[in-house]
């Protein structure tokens, strides 16, 4: 799927190089506000890159615990009323269940695309239900999990014209790619590709698939990943040590530092089994 069109901008600039100085023109990532509404009511803003902006609506209600599932959500649509296309409704069936989930929502009425905790109005409201799980599957190579960056790497078209999004990739198990998504806020990049399942009604990467994220590995974004039921996060950066502590109570598998040939890991690496010296796995 190609990028959206008003995901980056052109602005003229001056460029310093060697010193000449020259007029030239830029792209640069846009960066707007969206407006999420859950049966009309107001439930977040969060500032992200324009683009599959239902998708992002409809993660944050699943990686936020208002949904538990695709089967609730009846339909996601940019409002009406919103005539810069900068709101979206989500319309989820008429249930005690739901209304409650809803209501107790914890978020403010503001997140910034840098953090997505920011909105949380208390530390006993940060990490949403989760379980751990159970089996460690899915099982993949080293080398399929450093293809697995080249390919996300190789897909990052937005941020080949910008330098200024995050990426997030959803594998299976066999490394095929499931979706790719670009934003200015990691965890919107997350939220996306989790709607897009959600949103097509797939449930077969649910505990066997890999996501793979430029930058770092937040809390947030393991959280995320937990409750979309993704066993193994890998990322091109470090992980905070509430992202390891959290992998390490939820027995999930965390990557860091992935690249071509390397990475580091922080947890779970039965997941990832590599061939001894004497050539048994």
Same mark, same amino acid.
């Given at each position: *799927?190609?990028?959206?069109?008003?995901?980056?901008?052109?602005?003229?600039?001056?460029?310093?190089?060697? +010193? /000449?100085?020259?007029?030239? $023109?830029?792209?640069?990532?846009?960066?707007?506000?969206?407006e999420i509404r859950v049966n009309g009511a107001p439930v977040a803003v969060t500032m992200r890159?324009?683009?599959?902006? $239902?998708?992002?609506a409809a993660g944050f209600c699943l990686t936020e615990g208002i949904v538990s599932n695709a +089967? $609730?959500?009846?339909?996601?649509?940019? /409002?009406?009323?919103?005539?810069?296309?900068?709101?979206?409704? =989500?319309?989820?069936? +008429?249930?005690?269940?739901?209304?409650?989930? =809803?209501?107790?929502?914890?978020?403010?009425?503001?997140?910034?695309s840098s953090c997505g905790l920011c909105g949380k109005q208390t530390l006993d409201h940060i $990490?949403?239900?989760?379980?751990?799980?159970?089996?460690?599957?899915?099982?993949?190579?080293?080398?399929?999990?450093? &293809?697995?960056?080249?390919? *996300?790497?190789?897909?990052?078209?937005? @941020? %080949?014209?910008?330098?200024?999004?995050?990426?997030? /990739?959803? @594998?299976?198990?066999?490394?095929?790619?499931?979706?790719?998504?670009?934003?200015?806020?990691?965890?919107?990049?997350?939220?996306? =590709?989790?709607?897009? /399942?959600?949103?097509?009604?797939?449930? +077969?990467?649910? &505990?066997?698939?890999?996501?793979?994220?430029?930058?770092?590995?937040?809390?947030?974004? =393991?959280?995320?990943?937990?409750?979309?039921?993704?066993?193994?996060?890998?990322?091109?950066?470090?992980?905070? %040590?509430?992202?390891?502590?959290?992998?390490?109570?939820?027995?999930?598998?965390?990557?860091? @530092?992935?690249?071509?040939?390397? @990475?580091?890991?922080?947890?779970?690496?039965?997941?990832?089994?590599?061939?001894?010296?004497?050539?048994?796995?």
């Amino acid at each position: *799927m190609p990028p959206p069109k008003h995901a980056s901008r052109i602005y003229p600039i001056l460029r310093w190089r060697d +010193d /000449c100085q020259s007029a030239v $023109e830029d792209h640069l990532t846009v960066e707007e506000p969206l407006e999420i509404r859950v049966n009309g009511a107001p439930v977040a803003v969060t500032m992200r890159t324009p683009g599959h902006d $239902e998708e992002l609506a409809a993660g944050f209600c699943l990686t936020e615990g208002i949904v538990s599932n695709a +089967d $609730e959500i009846v339909r996601v649509a940019v /409002c009406d009323d919103s005539s810069d296309d900068n709101i979206v409704d =989500v319309s989820l069936e +008429d249930s005690d269940a739901v209304h409650r989930a =809803v209501e107790n929502s914890q978020r403010a009425t503001y997140l910034s695309s840098s953090c997505g905790l920011c909105g949380k109005q208390t530390l006993d409201h940060i $990490e949403q239900a989760t379980r751990p799980f159970a089996h460690a599957t899915p099982r993949i190579t080293h080398a399929m999990l450093s &293809e697995l960056a080249t390919a *996300m790497r190789q897909r990052q078209t937005v @941020f %080949s014209r910008t330098g200024g999004l995050h990426s997030a /990739c959803l @594998f299976d198990s066999t490394g095929s790619l499931i979706a790719l998504r670009e934003d200015i806020g990691r965890h919107n990049a997350v939220d996306k =590709v989790i709607g897009h /399942c959600l949103l097509q009604r797939r449930s +077969d990467y649910a &505990e066997k698939s890999i996501l793979v994220i430029s930058g770092r590995s937040s809390f947030e974004v =393991v959280q995320k990943a937990a409750v979309a039921r993704i066993p193994i996060v890998a990322a091109v950066s470090a992980p905070s %040590s509430l992202a390891t502590d959290l992998a390490k109570r939820l027995d999930m598998t965390l990557v860091g @530092f992935l690249r071509e040939s390397r @990475f580091n890991i922080y947890h779970g690496g039965e997941r990832l089994p590599h061939r001894t010296d004497d050539g048994s796995d």
